[in-house]
């Protein structure tokens, strides 16, 4: 926040001055409504807290996800019953176990079915099974989320990534598998709404992002075929809702981000926090 001085009636006045959540704009404080983008109370307390910052940068909004995904990845070691395995094997290489990931969040049939954990649909996202899955996992999403939050905004990048990730194991789980993990499905999620984006476009630059996008894809799905124990599912299903929400919430330049977006964008944020703060809870107390 800064003040801007003016003189009136030969007095000096001050008023503060922010930038306002919704469009990034220096606007009074005291605006009753952004004259550039329409957010009402730009200057409200609550919408400039360290919690909605977080969408104020792309940049700061991928470090928080890979910082969550870091944190859960160490506690995920720390809690398993081998800790910190130190295998020669680089697919073994600091890898926690199953009852460790299962106490995490873990999710499938096993954790819905047999212990009724729905809630796992949304921590899955943030635990991998060792130390390649989550860097892997980490690059791509460096690499793709730029891309979408520059057409779609922050707040619609977190409804895709969260809501992408749930329905990719949501559809596995009704596909029967038993137990996953993994981040890929919502990074896959991301890759479907930029397929949207590239393919509802068009001209040079979209046609450019689809078959880039598409290459991604395309090495995604052949992965998957080659490499055993693949949660092919979880990926087709991800990038399925990907493909929807891009759909379904548009990009910038067919729907300009509105009130709607910001509230789902904060309740995916809110959500997802709750729900690795439960995981949490019941990864250090139960005895599963």
């Known amino acids: 926040m800064v003040e801007r001085t003016s003189m009136v009636d030969g007095r000096s006045s001050r008023k503060k001055a922010l930038l306002c959540p919704g469009c990034r704009r220096l606007v009074s404080a005291d605006e009753t409504t952004c004259p550039f983008c329409g957010l009402p109370k730009p200057g409200s307390r609550w919408k400039n807290t360290v919690f909605t910052r977080v969408f104020d940068s792309g940049d700061r909004l991928v470090n928080a996800i890979i910082a969550a995904n870091a944190v859960m990845f160490v506690l995920s070691l720390l809690i398993s019953s081998r800790g910190f395995q130190l295998s020669g094997n680089p697919m073994t290489f600091l890898s926690p176990d199953s009852q460790g990931l299962l106490r995490l969040g873990a999710t499938g049939a096993i954790p819905i079915d047999r212990l009724h954990h729905w809630w796992t649909l949304g921590s899955a996202s943030f635990l991998h099974g ?44 009704l596909a029967g598998v038993n137990f996953t993990i993994g981040a890929s499905s919502a990074v896959c999620g991301l890759i479907g709404a930029a397929l949207y984006f590239g393919k509802s476009r068009g001209g040079i630059y979209g046609r450019a992002i689809y078959r880039q996008v598409g290459g991604w894809a395309l090495g995604i799905v052949l ?20 493909m929807l929400l891009g759909l379904l919430t548009g990009y910038h330049e067919r729907k300009r981000a509105n009130r709607l977006h910001r509230l789902l964008g904060v309740m995916c944020m809110a959500g997802t926090a709750l729900i690795l703060l439960w995981a949490v809870f019941t990864g250090l107390v139960s005895r599963i």
Not at 143 to 161: N, S
Not at 229 to 240: D, L, R, S, V, Y
């Open 223 to 242: 992965f998957g075929l080659v490499v055993p124990g693949i949660n092919n599912w979880a990926h087709g299903g991800g990038m399925a809702a990907g």
């Open 130 to 173: 060792g130390i390649l899955h989550i860097v892997f996992n980490m690059l791509a999403l460096r690499q793709i989320a730029p891309l979408v939050i520059r057409e779609y905004g922050t707040h619609r990048m977190v409804v895709i990534y969260t809501l992408s990730g749930v329905g990719g194991f949501l559809l596995s789980y």
